[in-house]
């Protein structure tokens, strides 16, 4: 994703329509298959069963609420900043993609207790 964003932003400087739709395209695409549905998945994974349904309640009416700050945001920022407007999502996504590889465990293949044990194990430390 961060790869089309950087797309984009060279596309409206260089100003090249078709390239922007390309890499607009390519982006809504990456983003439905991999951190699109990230967040249905994850809140499954992370919460243990006593507070599971409320916890996913949160995180994802947080979800929702980002998407709509982003959307409602993006035509001043893309005001402001011209052709350099997703510039932002560039820097945002380098830096959440650092934190996830900090802190998100793995958790594929593991038992919801063994979750719960590696963030306790976090936690601890």
Do not use: H
């Not at 998945?41 to 995180?59: G, K, N, Y």
């Not at 929702?64 to 996504?93: E, H, R, T």
Request: overall charge negative.
């Amino acid at each position: 994703m961060v790869v089309m964003s950087i797309g984009m932003t060279v596309a409206f400087i260089v100003d090249v329509s078709a390239l922007s739709i390309v890499f607009t395209a390519l982006y809504v695409i990456v983003f439905g298959v991999t951190l699109g549905p990230l967040v249905w998945v994850m809140t499954a994974d992370i919460f243990p069963d006593s507070i599971r349904a409320s916890a996913s309640s949160l995180c994802i009416g947080i979800n929702w609420l980002c998407n709509l700050i982003v959307g409602v945001s993006y035509p001043y920022v893309s005001d402001a900043l011209n052709d350099y407007a997703y510039v932002p999502f560039v820097l945002l996504l380098a830096i959440f993609y650092l934190l996830a590889l900090k802190l998100v465990p793995e958790t594929s293949g593991k038992s919801a207790e063994e979750i719960q044990a590696e963030y306790d194990s976090r936690r601890e430390q």
